[in-house]
Nanobody
Framework: QVQLVESGGGLVQAGGSLRLSCAASGRTFSSYTMAWFRQAPGKEREFVAAMSWDGDTTYYAHSVKGRFTISRDNAKNTVYLQMNNLKPEDTAVYYC?????????????????WGQGTQVTVSS
C-alpha cells in the first residue's frame, strides 16, 4: 500500500514556474514507476510525465516536453515536477500516481495509487 500526498500548487502568471512535490509513504517507493497526470475542468485526466523506478527513463506528454521535468529522490520518498514557462492551458489539478509494473505507461487506468491532487492555476 502506498499513500501519496501532493504539494506545491498555486497561482502563477504565464511564463512563471512552479515545483510540485509528491511525498509517498511506504518502504518500497524506490520500486514504483511514478507519474504525474492533470485534469482541467470538464476534461479527462491526462498524462503529463513519468519516471522509472531507478530514474533512468523518463517520458513526457508532447504538450509539456521541454518545459516540465520529472525527478525523484528515493531517499526522501519524493517525486517532483518542475514546471517552467507555464501557460494558461497548463491550469489543472495535478495528480501524482504510482505503479509497480516497472514500465512507463501513459494511461491513467494503469496506475494503482493516486494522490488527492494539487491545483495549479496559470493566469494570462
Amino acid at each position: 500500500q502506498v499513500q501519496l500526498v501532493e504539494s506545491g500548487g498555486g497561482l502563477v502568471q504565464a511564463g512563471g514556474s512552479l515545483r510540485l512535490s509528491c511525498a509517498a509513504s511506504g518502504r518500497t517507493f524506490s520500486s514504483y514507476t511514478m507519474a504525474w497526470f492533470r485534469q482541467a475542468p470538464g476534461k479527462e485526466r491526462e498524462f503529463v510525465a513519468a519516471m522509472s523506478w531507478d530514474g533512468d527513463t523518463t517520458y513526457y506528454a508532447h504538450s509539456v516536453k521541454g518545459r516540465f521535468t520529472i525527478s525523484r529522490d528515493n531517499a526522501k520518498n519524493t517525486v517532483y515536477l518542475q514546471m517552467n514557462n507555464l501557460k494558461p492551458e497548463d491550469t489543472a489539478v495535478y495528480y501524482c500516481a504510482a505503479d509497480l509494473d516497472g514500465r512507463i505507461r501513459v494511461s491513467k487506468l494503469d496506475y494503482v495509487y493516486w494522490g488527492q491532487g494539487t491545483q495549479v492555476t496559470v493566469s494570462s
